[in-house]
């Protein structure tokens, strides 16, 4: 990756926000759109793609496969896929920038087939756990032929001649373990199953059967599913809507809450519940969104959601909800240091391991605003303002577009402005952030 220079930016408290916006496609839906579209053979035409960095590495990584991506216009890609067993081996390193889904996803690939490729990343992908992929692999008879201490990339990978396919339970609920065995076990002949304790987002499960995969998913224990794919189907393209990242909506959604006097609608949000955990958990802290027009758009459900500022309290936020608000917790403990009371954010051993420790990385830019906030275990603790947050410091963003575009809300709410030290990871997940926000009422310099 060439190195471009840090570029700091600053959020300034802002009038209230007004208007109207529809987030980014989502990101999972839209690695996982062109990879199944690398494996079908013909023309998968998607709308709504999310164009960001980390959307675009997966792309270039499809094509190195030998897919032909094009796009077509906003948003509309087409690909033309090589179908299962017949992907070219790639020439050259795959290069995922940031991402740790388009990296794991494509292991996955990869590992199913008997090629061998070279995985890398940016300094923050280096850095992040991979030895959960590979497990699975080697059992279905994947070989790492090279990795960085502690099963970190650059990772030489060389995939199974004959995938056997295997019963797998993931050791932590992680939808990117389980698709990367679903994928891998796409070439294997026979039956493929993952058992997961706690249901995670299941898009690679709906996805499958949208191109014409043979895939059951049965209830397990309390929370848990129960995943079987007969290896080996015929995928058939089949078009595809990206609807909006909920994970995207997720900052002007607390925004517009924190931000006295907003009023704002975010448009065909997807509601997949198991992607709704910050919807259920600010609607317990008194936030006040209406839910209009629920609809389907391409197998997904989506609504529009209008919020209007509220005062906000203090919540516990039980461990078992984590999966479905993985990528939420940095901008709702935002919402927390606004409410009033503490809040109990539980279980959260997970973000030490995402695009940055999340788990320290908020503690620490809690505190430089001003926030009284505590780790005790795997739990994040916040002492809310009660409204009244004194902002004014300088967050370390670590590479993490979540920790970036979370304080910048922040800042638009605070008494004193927040600077954050790096602007650039914004694009990997919501490139027309600061434009989109702007055009509400925002403040950014
Ligand atoms: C994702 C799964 C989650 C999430 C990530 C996207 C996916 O990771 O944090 O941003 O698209 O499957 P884990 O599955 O590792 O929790």
Known sequence: MTE?????????????LRGRLKPPGDKSISHRALIL????????????????????????????????VKRLGEGRWRVRGCGIGSLLAPRDPLDFG????????????????????????????????????????ILMGAEVLSEAEG?????????????????????????????????????????????????TRDHTEKMLKHFGASISVEPFE??????????????????LIVPADPSSAAFPLVAATIAPGSDIVIEAV??????????????????????????????????????RAAALRGVDVPAARAPSMIDEYPILAVAAAFASGESRLRGLHELRVKESDRLAAV???????????????????????GGEVAGGGEVKTHLDHRIAMSFLCLGLASR???????????????????????????RFA
Not at 281 to 296: F, P, S, V, Y
Not at 417 to 435: E, H, K, Q
Request: proline share 6%.
């Open 98 to 137: 940031n991402s740790g889904t388009g990296m794991r996803l494509m292991m996955g690939v990869v590992g199913g087939h008997a090629m061998t490729a070279w995985f890398d990343g940016d300094a923050s992908l280096r850095k992040r756990p991979m030895r959960r992929i590979l497990d699975p692999l």
């Open 151 to 199: 099963g970190r990339c650059p990772i030489q990978l060389k995939g199974a001649s004959e995938p056997v396919p295997i019963v797998y339970r993931p050791p932590v609920a992680s939808a990117q373990i389980k698709s990367a065995v679903l994928l891998a076990g796409l070439n294997s002949p026979g039956r493929t199953t993952v058992i997961e304790t706690e249901a």
């Open 270 to 307: 997807m509601m997949n519940p198991l992607r709704t955990g910050l919807l259920t958990t600010l609607l317990e802290m008194g936030a006040d969104i209406e839910i209009l027009d629920r609809r389907d758009e391409g197998g997904e459900e989506v609504a529009d959601l209008r919020v």
């Open 4 to 16: 471009v220079a840090a570029k700091s930016l600053s959020a300034h408290v802002s009038g209230p």
């Open 37 to 68: 579209g690398l494996l079908s053979i013909g023309e998968t035409e998607i709308e709504g793609l999310l164009e960001g960095d980390d959307v675009l590495h997966t792309a270039a990584a499809c094509g190195a496969l030998g897919a032909e």
């Open 363 to 385: 503690a620490d830019g809690l505190r430089e605003a001003g926030v009284q906030t505590q780790i005790i275990g795997d739990d994040l603790i916040v002492e809310g303002c």
């Open 416 to 442: 004193r402005p927040m600077v954050i030290d790096d602007s650039r990871m914004i694009a990997t997940s919501f490139p027309t952030f600061r434009a989109e926000m702007e055009r509400l009422g925002a």
């Open 222 to 239: 309390a929370h848990g599913r129960i995943i079987t794919l007969e290896g080996r189907p015929e995928l058939r393209p089949a078009p």
